[in-house]
């Protein structure tokens, strides 16, 4: 089975000799079996030299306590080519239960660690794109619960990103109810806009905040949640009361 596996397995003795290696071992390093064992220390040397240390420490670690483990480190390929792999091992006992070595399966997980980099770098930027707006930015789960927001929504409300996160998003609001229908027309229609709300801090004073929502949805077209920006207007609010309070002095006199 382990010839026609598409992993590389391989089995190590109790003096490091290599006692079986998969032809898959061609594929996934470059070198063929007769290589490896002419040479077993090409297990160790075809590691990248930034994750040996740590693939050796584990390759002793499990040998003497004949124990599993798994592990994830880089390859260096005969041509070149890194790649990523999936190790884990295990002992290997005869039917008298003595320790016989160590058998090993190693997978290809450079597709998987290649997308991983490219989500962690679309999460950067998305978080940079987030935090660069002077808006209170907030995305809300199908539940109601926060599940992200941006430096200007925690100056806003007073709490921090941790605080926030993972609590009903209606909490924030001087009228919860209000903030829950809103958040209600926003699922059924896909969006809202200039909503008002009254956002409430932490310490107890409140701003007025016009609300732009709208669903956001996942690669199957699924709503995933609501992602809502904020506008305060509580200045522009105090401006218009002045200017009707002075309308009405120069009307009265």
Same mark, same amino acid.
């Given at each position: 089975?382990?010839?026609?596996?598409?992993?590389?397995?391989?089995?190590?003795?109790?003096?490091?000799?290599?006692?079986?290696?998969?032809?898959?071992?061609?594929?996934?390093?470059?070198?063929?079996? *007769?290589?490896?064992?002419?040479?077993? /220390?090409?297990?160790?040397?075809?590691?990248?030299?930034?994750?040996?240390?740590?693939?050796?420490?584990?390759?002793?670690?499990?040998?003497?306590?004949?124990?599993?483990?798994?592990?994830?480190?880089?390859?260096?390929?005969? *041509?070149?080519?890194?790649?990523?792999?999936?190790? /884990?091992?295990?002992?290997?006992?005869?039917?008298?239960?003595?320790?016989?070595?160590?058998?090993?399966?190693?997978?290809?997980?450079?597709?998987?660690?290649?997308?991983?980099?490219?989500?962690?770098?679309?999460?950067? /930027?998305?978080?940079?794109?987030?935090?660069?707006?002077?808006?209170?930015?907030?995305?809300?789960?199908?539940?109601?619960?926060?599940?992200?927001?941006?430096?200007?929504?925690?100056?806003?409300?007073?709490?921090?990103?941790?605080?926030?996160?993972?609590?009903?998003?209606?909490?924030?609001?001087?009228?919860?109810?209000?903030?829950?229908?809103? /958040?209600?027309?926003?699922?059924?229609?896909?969006?809202?806009?200039?909503?008002?709300?009254?956002?409430?801090?932490?310490?107890?004073?409140?701003?007025?905040?016009?609300?732009?929502?709208?669903?956001?949805?996942?690669?199957?077209?699924?709503?995933?949640?609501?992602?809502?920006?904020?506008?305060?207007?509580?200045?522009?609010?105090?401006?218009?009361?002045?200017?009707?309070?002075?309308?009405?002095?120069?009307?009265?006199?």
């Amino acid at each position: 089975m382990a010839d026609f596996t598409a992993d590389w397995e391989y089995w190590i003795g109790l003096k490091g000799e290599i006692i079986y290696m998969s032809p898959s071992c061609e594929a996934l390093t470059g070198h063929a079996v *007769d290589e490896f064992v002419a040479d077993p /220390y090409l297990l160790i040397a075809l590691v990248h030299q930034d994750d040996r240390a740590e693939f050796q420490t584990h390759s002793n670690v499990h040998s003497e306590q004949a124990s599993e483990g798994s592990i994830e480190f880089r390859i260096l390929r005969k *041509d070149g080519e890194t790649r990523w792999i999936s190790h /884990y091992c295990r002992p290997v006992f005869d039917p008298q239960g003595n320790w016989r070595g160590i058998r090993v399966s190693n997978r290809d997980i450079t597709g998987k660690k290649h997308l991983e980099q490219e989500l962690r770098r679309a999460n950067v /930027y998305n978080r940079s794109l987030i935090e660069a707006s002077l808006d209170p930015l907030v995305t809300i789960s199908p539940e109601g619960k926060i599940t992200d927001v941006n430096h200007a929504t925690e100056s806003a409300t007073g709490r921090t990103r941790a605080e926030l996160i993972g609590t009903d998003f209606s909490d924030c609001f001087a009228d919860p109810e209000k903030a829950r229908t809103g /958040y209600r027309e926003a699922f059924l229609k896909g969006f809202v806009s200039d909503y008002p709300l009254l956002l409430r801090h932490c310490d107890g004073h409140t701003s007025n905040m016009l609300y732009n929502a709208g669903v956001y949805k996942n690669e199957q077209g699924e709503v995933m949640g609501v992602f809502a920006a904020a506008r305060d207007i509580t200045e522009h609010r105090r401006a218009e009361l002045a200017r009707s309070q002075l309308a009405a002095i120069v009307e009265s006199s």
